[in-house]
């Protein structure tokens, strides 16, 4: 009884804040507030129960760090009307999200409906510098469709439905459009919380699916996950906008991890180690560039800002810490998310190495060049500068100390009924063979 109940709870503490932040939504500083409030209660909720919740193949990892996202994204958002509306949904998604990763069925139905309001976000909310994208609805209906199939089917028709979905939530070429678009057209800080809400989401359907596929869709989707690495690698090379190259440049680090994830057959707690590095990393520095925007305005050329380093040193402090973290270097997350993969899941194919070694140190180029731009160069004397303000200085460094954390602490921290689950059902192997 109490395990049924739980689900309900954790989904329903956002729910529940966001309901009482419409009923104040005329003070957008109030709205800020209890959105931060409630991140913090529900963070602090799952670290309470989290010992009488069954324990996930992924670990209990993507449930920590839903609330943490949720907070950086609203912390790193200046005080405006504009606002408001985001930080309500992000708590709504929030409780979607919690509710998609504790529940069964019911989870699913989460899933659904967060889709779903994505869908009809994306077709609320576009510009002329970022119009609407139909290929990006249409990628979240495909999610929705395979969601809904894989609730009412049975295995192996469930688990390739179930695939498609995974395909559309942790970004995998050619489905990874639906991703791009949220990350570029939602506003004020849903794309920060996005960027690591749909990957989790989609790295929990995949290690429940995972085992029960086909090997015939296994190797396919190998061969997709090498070549969407090459692709976002390259696209994100490309790139002059900061969140294109920042969303890029995140489908080919989560195409890697779709690859370790094939190789292994199944999804485990330090895949949930990379994916959950790789999007707080994507989102901190999502954040970051919203500290540019909101100085110089939301259409800014980033080739235009420069000398940001000597005028604003907390700002190319932290800047450069979240760079270090997203390039994948130690000691940071994305770095132990990766080489645990690598020594526990060695991979099958050298050539498949060789490919997702070349995406990553890629990385270091196009991460590097955005960051090197903007701290660095000509101070011009017709720019404001300013450095962070209180609550954009909390929301990086609480990205930070996250990544840091990620890549210091042990799995079991948050696995940890992981190895002895594996010693019971050895034993009972065992004893059955006797």
């Known amino acids: 009884m109490m395990e049924a109940f739980l689900p309900w709870l954790v989904t329903g503490i956002p729910f529940l804040g966001a309901l009482v932040s419409l009923t104040r939504s005329s003070d957008p500083y109030r ?29 209990f990892l993507p449930l920590y760090l839903l609330p943490i996202a949720a907070m950086v994204s609203v912390l790193g958002q200046p005080v405006h009307e504009n606002h408001r509306l985001s930080w309500i949904m992000t708590l709504v998604f929030l409780g979607l999200g919690m509710g998609a990763l504790t529940a069964e069925n019911f989870g699913l139905l ?5 889709m779903l309001t994505i869908m009809f976000l994306l077709y609320r909310h576009h510009t002329t510098l970022w119009p609407i994208s139909w290929w990006g609805i249409g990628s979240f209906g495909v999610g929705v469709v395979g969601a809904g199939v894989s609730l009412a089917a049975e295995p192996p028709i469930s688990s390739v439905a179930s695939l498609a979905t995974c395909a559309v939530l942790l970004p995998l070429m050619p489905f990874h459009d639906g991703y791009l678009t949220a990350l570029t057209r939602l506003p004020g800080s849903l794309p920060p919380f996005i960027v690591l809400l749909l990957p989790l989401l989609g790295l929990h359907g995949l290690a429940k699916a995972m085992p029960t596929m086909p ?40 195409s890697i991890l779709w690859w370790f994830v094939a190789g292994a057959h199944t999804a485990t707690p330090r895949a949930a180690v990379l994916a959950g590095a790789v999007g707080l990393a994507t989102g901190g520095l999502l954040v970051a560039w919203q500290v540019i925007r909101t100085r110089y305005g939301d259409d800014v050329d980033p080739q235009s800002i420069s000398g940001l ?15 270090l973290a997203a390039m994948g270097l130690p000691p940071f997350g994305v770095f132990a998310g990766f080489m645990g993969l690598l020594l526990t899941a060695p991979p099958s194919s050298t050539i498949g190495l060789f490919i997702a070694l070349t995406a990553w140190l890629a990385a270091s180029w196009y991460i590097m060049q955005m960051v090197q731009q903007l701290l660095f160069g000509a101070r011009r004397p017709d720019l404001r500068y300013a450095d962070l303000r209180y609550p954009e200085l909390a929301s990086l460094l609480i990205a930070v100390l996250t990544l840091l954390a990620l890549g210091l602490a042990p799995t079991s921290l948050y696995a940890p009924d992981q190895a002895s689950s594996r010693t019971i059902a050895m034993e009972r192997s065992l004893a059955w063979n006797r």
Not at 110 to 114: D, G, K, M, Q, T
Not at 311 to 319: I, T
């Open 31 to 59: 709205v800020k507030m209890y959105a931060i409030v409630c991140s913090v209660i529900s963070l602090a909720s799952i670290v309470a129960i989290a010992n009488y919740l069954p324990t996930p193949p992924d670990g």
């Open 110 to 114: 989460c899933l659904i409906s967060l």
């Open 215 to 254: 090997n015939e869709f296994v190797t396919v989707v190998s061969f997709l996950a090498l070549v969407s690495s090459l692709y976002g690698a390259i696209k994100a090379l490309a790139q002059s906008r900061v969140r294109l190259l920042l969303g890029y440049g995140s489908v080919s680090f989560f």
């Open 309 to 323: 380093a000597s005028s604003m040193p907390s700002y190319g402090v932290l800047l450069s810490l979240l760079a």
